[in-house]
């Protein structure tokens, strides 16, 4: 009977036959790429022809930050305000007195969901001023505008800023500082962040 050497059986070399465990290798390999191609194209498919529009308006996140304002606030308390002028030192502003403040927002949406409109209302009591203050009170209602970025609100009229605030869904907090010149020069401004408000 041959012996196995004879036959050359022994002398087969294994490295020649692929593996099992390589094969499987390359084949997932291929059947991830390829799914990872499809996928992307689709992705930009639907993207191109809209579909995750649909998906955006319907979401939550589509209220803006105007409608999460808009409404009436109001103080729950009066508020002190101070008030300088430059009635004495011609060209810097000292402080002359000060008055108490209630005060009611209304905010309104406009076309930009970044922008509301504000009438501002005020009573004043406690007025304390120095004699001679050249004070000139400003009046109320005032309108101004309200710029939203994110959670602030900041307060212009006629390309000056009168305040800056922050805001949750019911209250407003922030400080006031508005000035301007009548006769002279003159603002009534809050201490820091001590001006807040809230939602009726």
Known sequence: MPH???????????????SVKQTSKLQIAAIVLIA???TI???????????FDEFQAQSPATLTPARNLEGTWKT?????????????TFGE????????????????????ENVVDVEVSFTVSNRQLDS??????????MFLTG???????????DGRTIGDFSFTTDIITGTWSDNWSMVYEQEVYTTTNSLTLVKQ
């Open 147 to 157: 710029t939203i970025s994110g959670a602030r609100l900041t307060l212009t009229t």
């Open 76 to 88: 729950t308390f009066p508020v002190q305000f101070y008030i300088k002028t430059d009635f004495e």
């Open 93 to 112: 502003l000292t402080d002359v007195g000060s008055e108490n403040r209630t005060m009611t927002w209304i905010l309104t949406g406009t076309s930009d």
């Open 4 to 18: 196995e050497a004879d036959l050359g059986i022994g002398e087969i070399s294994l490295t020649a036959v692929p």
């Open 132 to 141: 001679g203050s050249g004070y000139t009170p400003d009046v109320s209602p």
């Open 41 to 51: 194209g689709l992705f930009y498919y639907f993207y191109y022809f809209g579909v």
């Open 36 to 38: 990872f191609t499809v």
